[in-house]
C-alpha cells in the first residue's frame, strides 16, 4: 500500500512572482500533479487567481492540472476552467445547490470531475452521486489558507469513503496539513492522492521541494 500514491504539490504555497518556474521546480522535484486553489473571497475568506493566470502557465509542464475551487457559485465558470488547461475540476459539495447537476458538467466538458468536503460536511453528502465521480477531494482543514493545522477526526472519514465507493475508481485525495507526519495514517485510511502546499514549498529551492516530496513519499511507503 501506498507505492502509487499521487503527490499533487499545491502552489498556493509557491512564489507567484514565478508562478511558472516554481512549477517547472516543483515538477523536476518529482511532483506527479500540479494542485490549483482558485478562492473567491465569497466561499471562502481569501482570494487567489482564475483561469487567465492557470492559462498562463499551462504550457509549463504537461503534468495534470488538480484544480480545487473554491467558488461560489461554481457552474457559470466551469467552461472557462477548461478552457484554461484543467485535467481534473473539483466543486465543493456546499458551494453548489445542484451538485449533480455541476458534476454531469464537468465530464460533459471532458474533463475528470472531483467533488470536495469541508470537515463538517458529512461522507453522506456525496452518496447519490458516486458513479458521476472520478475524485473525492476531502479537506483536512477548513479552506482557505496554506498552513493551518491537520484536523485528526478527518481521518475516520477517509475510511468511511474508502468503504462506500467500494471497487469504483475513484481517487481519495487528501488537501491540508498533509506532511510526512499526518501521511501514513491517512495512507492506510485508503487516501491515495497527497495534496501539501507548505510542506512541499518549505525551503524555496528545488532541492528543498525534492526533498520535501521524497520525505512525504516514503511516508506513504
Ligand atoms: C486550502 C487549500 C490547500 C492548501 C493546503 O484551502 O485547498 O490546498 O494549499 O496547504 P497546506 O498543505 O499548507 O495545509
Ligand atoms: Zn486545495
Not at 458516486?130 to 484536523?151: C, E, H, K, S, Y
Request: aromatic share 6%; with cysteine; proline share 5%.
Amino acid at each position: 500500500m501506498g507505492s502509487d500514491v499521487i503527490i499533487a504539490p499545491s502552489v498556493l504555497s509557491a512564489d507567484f512572482s514565478k508562478l511558472g518556474d516554481e512549477i517547472e521546480s516543483v515538477v523536476n522535484a518529482g511532483a506527479d500533479w500540479i494542485h490549483l486553489d482558485v478562492m473567491d473571497g465569497h466561499f471562502v475568506p481569501n482570494i487567489t487567481f482564475g483561469p487567465p493566470i492557470i492559462k498562463a502557465v499551462r504550457n509549463r509542464t504537461d503534468k495534470v492540472f488538480d484544480c480545487h475551487l473554491m467558488i461560489e457559485p461554481c457552474d457559470p465558470f466551469l467552461n472557462a476552467f477548461a478552457d484554461a488547461g484543467c485535467d481534473i475540476i473539483t466543486v465543493h459539495a456546499e458551494a453548489t445547490k445542484h451538485l449533480d447537476r455541476s458534476l454531469q458538467a464537468i465530464r460533459a466538458l471532458g474533463k475528470k470531475a472531483g467533488v470536495s468536503l469541508n470537515p463538517s460536511t458529512p461522507e453522506s453528502a456525496i452518496e447519490y452521486v458516486l458513479d458521476r465521480l472520478d475524485l473525492i477531494l476531502i479537506m483536512t482543514v477548513n479552506p482557505g489558507f496554506g498552513g493551518q493545522a491537520f484536523i485528526d477526526a478527518m481521518v475516520e472519514k477517509v475510511a468511511r469513503v474508502k468503504a462506500m465507493i467500494g471497487d469504483r475508481p475513484i481517487d481519495i485525495e487528501i488537501d491540508g496539513g498533509v506532511s510526512p507526519k499526518t501521511t501514513p495514517q491517512l495512507v492506510k485510511a485508503g487516501a491515495n492522492v497527497l495534496v501539501a502546499g507548505s510542506a512541499v514549498f518549505k525551503g524555496g529551492s528545488e532541492e528543498h521541494y525534492r526533498d520535501n516530496i521524497t520525505a512525504i513519499r516514503n511516508a506513504a511507503t
